[in-house]
């Protein structure tokens, strides 16, 4: 990938290294990851380490990379949760009023968490990534009080 050039038009879905941060949602060594650790280095070489768990799988990846090296960032959206359907899909709503039910409740806790805030009567947040070409749950919220 290219270093970031102001004169071009700067696309949204695409950072520098050096802005990732820890939670961030990026491809790392071709992977959609969540950035679980990142660190710079202390020689002057001008380097980012990033450590991602693969949104898909968790499998855990590391890369060393330039700090102005542009990475691919990956979108994500807020729905609220509206209903748990049959088949293990959720039906969600965006806050233009758009309504999905194709998304799949997560396996693990963070499935186990929405499913339980459901129900207790509760219409929790989740936050869906585009995890290169298929989108994916990666956390939950409760509305603020």
């Not at 542009?70 to 969600?92: H, N, W, Y």
Request: charge should be negative.
């Amino acid at each position: 990938m290219a270093d970031f050039d102001s004169s071009n038009t700067w696309d949204p879905t695409m950072k520098q290294c050096m802005s990732v941060k820890v939670n961030d949602h990026v491809v790392l060594k071709g992977h959609p990851c969540k950035i679980m650790e990142r660190s710079t280095s202390k020689t002057g070489k001008d380097m980012v380490h990033l450590v991602g768990a693969d949104v898909l799988t968790q499998s855990k990846y590391e890369d060393t990379l330039p700090s102005k090296q542009i990475m691919k960032a990956l979108p994500g959206q807020e729905f609220q949760l509206v209903d748990i359907l049959t088949g293990g899909c959720m039906s969600v709503v965006d806050n233009q009023g758009n309504v999905r039910d194709d998304l799949k409740l997560p396996d693990g806790d963070l499935g186990k968490d929405i499913k339980m805030s459901f129900d207790e009567g509760e219409f929790p947040f989740v936050t869906v990534v585009d995890a290169l070409g298929e989108d994916v749950v990666v956390s939950v919220r409760q509305e603020a009080e």
